[in-house]
């Protein structure tokens, strides 16, 4: 893993937990809150990826691609099984 990987899942997790903030409004915790779950579903997206061996040199698109998913997927988990109280 090297610095362009980790900058792709720091901007791409910071991006869709942005954008999933924008269109969910609803049953979030707030923009911050929002931007760590991103954070922490790219990360772990690719962690995940990378251990099967599926993305050591997949390149830039994919990458984002498993970073975006991962951490949409875990900003909409939240909002499914543990929403806010409103």
């Known amino acids: 893993m090297d610095f362009r990987m ?17 269109v969910m409004r609803d049953g979030g915790y707030g923009l911050v809150w929002t931007l760590i ?6 990360g772990a997206a690719n962690v995940i ?4 061996g599926a993305s050591p040199d997949a390149g830039m698109v994919a990458t984002a691609v498993v970073a975006f998913v991962g951490s949409t997927l875990v900003i909409v ?3 499914k ?6």
């Open 6 to 22: 980790v900058a792709t899942l720091v901007v791409v997790g910071l991006l869709a937990g942005w954008l999933t903030e924008f």
């Open 77 to 79: 988990g939240q909002r």
């Open 37 to 42: 779950l991103g954070l922490a579903g790219s």
């Open 49 to 52: 990826f990378w251990v099967l």
């Open 81 to 86: 099984i543990w929403p806010a109280h409103a």
